[in-house]
C-alpha cells in the first residue's frame, strides 16, 4: 500500500499563485510515476500533470501549460504543483496520484494509477 498526503490548497484570488506538495508513504520502493488530477463537482476527474521518474518525463495538460509546473524528488516520493497565474475555472479539487509501474495506458489517464491522495481543495475568486 502506498499512502498519499496532498497539502497547500487554499482560497487565492484570480493571478495568484498556490504551491500544491504530495508526500507518498509505504510501499514506495516501486514507483514510476506521479501525477495530478482535479475534479470539480459534476465533472469528470482531469488530468492536470505527470512527472514520470523513467527518463524525467513530464506532461501537462493543455489548459495549464505555461502557468503550472510539476516537479519531484523520487528518493523523498514527493511531487510539488506550482500554480500561477490562477483562474476561476482552475478551482477545484487537487488530487495527487502514484503509478508504481508501467502498465501501458497513458499517465494522462487516471487508470494508469494505483494510489490516490483524499484531495485538496483550490479555489479561485475572480
Known amino acids: 500500500q502506498v499512502q498519499l498526503v496532498e497539502s497547500g490548497g487554499g482560497l487565492v484570488q484570480a493571478g495568484g499563485s498556490l504551491r500544491l506538495s504530495c508526500a507518498a508513504s509505504g510501499r514506495t520502493f516501486s514507483s514510476y510515476a506521479m501525477g495530478w488530477f482535479r475534479q470539480t463537482p459534476g465533472k469528470e476527474r482531469e488530468f492536470v500533470a505527470v512527472?514520470?521518474?523513467?527518463?524525467?518525463?513530464?506532461y501537462y495538460a493543455d489548459s495549464v501549460k505555461g502557468r503550472f509546473t510539476i516537479s519531484g524528488d523520487n528518493a523523498k516520493n514527493t511531487v510539488y504543483l506550482q500554480m500561477n497565474s490562477l483562474k476561476p475555472e482552475d478551482t477545484a479539487v487537487y488530487y495527487c496520484?502514484?503509478?508504481?509501474?508501467?502498465?501501458?495506458?497513458?499517465?494522462?489517464?487516471?487508470?494508469?494509477?494505483?494510489?490516490w491522495g483524499q484531495g485538496t481543495q483550490v479555489t479561485v475568486s475572480s
Open positions: 512527472i514520470s521518474w523513467s527518463g524525467g518525463r513530464i
Open positions: 496520484a502514484h503509478s508504481g509501474y508501467n502498465s501501458g495506458t497513458s499517465l494522462q489517464r487516471g487508470n494508469a494509477y494505483h494510489y
